[in-house]
C-alpha cells in the first residue's frame, strides 16, 4: 500500500514536499494577516501589555508605558518578518532538485522580495482598518526584520558546516 505523498519506493512525491514546504508559509501569513487588523492595533495589544509593565514596574509613566509599548510593537514587527522571510527561503529551497552553489544568495533575495512584498500589502491592508493606519516606515521596519532573520539563517547554516 502507498501512503499519500510517497512514491512506491517511499520517498516523498514533488507535490508533497511542496505542500509540506509551503504550508507553514501560508498560515504564518493567515495569522500576520489577522494581526493587522483590528485585533493588532495598539489598543488591544496595550489591553494585555500595560497590566503586565505595571506589574513588573509599578511607577511606570503614561510616557514611558508609551515608549514601552511602541518598541514592543515594532520589535514584534521586526521578529515576525524575520520568520516570514525565513519560512518561504526554505519553502523555495525544499523540494527544489536543482542544486544552487553554497555562495547563492537567490533563495535569500527572493525571499526578501516576497517578504518586502507581503509588508507593502500588509499595510495596503491596514489602511482599511479604522483602528489601522498605513506607514511607509514600517514597511522599512518589516524588510529590515526579513533581512536580519535571513541573515541569521544564513550565519546559522554557515556555522552548522
Request: hydrophobic share 55%; aromatic share 10%; with cysteine.
Amino acid at each position: 500500500m502507498i501512503n499519500a505523498g510517497l512514491s512506491a519506493d517511499g520517498r516523498d512525491t514533488r507535490s508533497a514536499r511542496c505542500i509540506r514546504a509551503w504550508l507553514p508559509v501560508v498560515a504564518w501569513m493567515s495569522l500576520m494577516f489577522t494581526m493587522s487588523t483590528d485585533l493588532g492595533s495598539a489598543a488591544s495589544t496595550s489591553r494585555f501589555l500595560e497590566p503586565l509593565v505595571r506589574w513588573l514596574v509599578p511607577q511606570v509613566s503614561p510616557e514611558m508605558f508609551a515608549s514601552i509599548h511602541y518598541l514592543v510593537r515594532k520589535t514584534a514587527h521586526l521578529a515576525e518578518y524575520a520568520i516570514l522571510a525565513v519560512l518561504v527561503r526554505r519553502a523555495l529551497t525544499v523540494g527544489v532538485e536543482i542544486r544552487l552553489p553554497e555562495q547563492s544568495w537567490r533563495p535569500e533575495l527572493l525571499a526578501l522580495a516576497w517578504a518586502g512584498a507581503f509588508a507593502m500589502s500588509d499595510e495596503f491592508h491596514q489602511s482599511f482598518v479604522a483602528s489601522r493606519g498605513a506607514s511607509v516606515r514600517d514597511v522599512a521596519i518589516d524588510t529590515a526584520g526579513a533581512a536580519i532573520g535571513l541573515a541569521i539563517m544564513r550565519i546559522a547554516m554557515w556555522f552548522r558546516r
